[in-house]
Structures are given as structure tokens and as C-alpha cells.
């Protein structure tokens, strides 16, 4: 058990916060609280370092998007509170969600172009899949929906295999935690949402 603890996460100190602040930011996200912020921006500057260290650079400017985006969550939730001060999960249309799915592919196959053709990015299609996701499951959650989760998996299945081929084995181990994490948070939203009055 020790050894897998330490080989989750690793050996150098920036990166055992930021897989400590990861996995609290998650959990208090499942649990709908707004205590979730402080952590979410610790992780993403984290890891904003990380990832250009080791030239996963559409990773690296994700960090950037959820460190704004998360300025926008935090009002977002605010003004979306049960009287337990839990957040509310927002309806979203199937429709709606296709229209964010479709702009997602868009924003993959640009990020992707760009980084093959302009860096030297490690894996610059497989890299921005996960990014073009996160965009869109980070956007998704900061708005309440529900839908958010699906993309979370997503993101994580990739990028399980990604961080692991580039030499990250605890990030990679984090993702697998994380991917433990979005499927318990997926199953208490989706719990929320149908019971919104009872939040």
C-alpha cells in the first residue's frame, strides 16, 4: 500500500500537491460545494508548470482556461444554491448538449492542427482531445449540469493512457483516482437532479 502511494505521487513535492489538491477539489465538487474553488485554483496553477515542463502544451494553456473559468464557476454557484448551501444541478437539453459535443470536435481538430504544425508538442492529437474535452466538461460543470460528468470520464480514460506514455505515472495514477471520482459524482447528480427540491 505504501508503495502505491508513493508511486502515485512521485517523487517531487509540486507534484504531491497538486495530486492532494486534485483529489479534494473533486471530491467536494461530487458533494456540490462551493469550497471546491480554493483547491481547483491551486490545482490548476499546479499543473500549469507540470505540463509545460514536460511540452504537453495544450494541457499547459488548459490551466489557463480553468483558472478563468473557475472565476466564472465561483459566481455561477453562488447564485445557484439549495438553502443547505449545496449547488443545484441545472437541466441541460439533449439537444444543447449535442451543439456543445459538435463545437467540442471543432475546437479538437483546430488545437490539434495548430500543435502539430506549429510546436513540438509530444502528442499534439491526443493532447488536445483531452483539452478540447476538458473545455467543454469544465464549462458544462461551471454552468450545474449534469452532463459535465460524461465528459469528466471521458477525459480521464484519455488521459490515463496520456500521462502514462509520457512519463507520468502519478499524474496518471491521479487520473485513474479521478476517473473513480467523476463516475461516484455522475451517480450523486444524477441523484441530485432528480430530486432538485430536496437539494
Known sequence: MIEFFFGMVGSRPIEWIAVACGIVNVSLIIQRSIRNYPFGFAVVTLYFFIFWQYRLYSDALLQVYFFIIQIYGVYVWLNGRAQDGRVIVAPLGNSMFAMHLGAT?????????????FTDAAAPYWDAAVAALSITAQFLLSRRHLQSWYLWIAVDVMAIGLFYTRGLEPTATLYLVFLGLAITGLIQWRRAAMRPLDT
Open 105 to 117: 470536435a471543432v475546437l479538437w481538430l483546430i488545437v490539434a492542427s495548430l500543435m502539430a504544425t
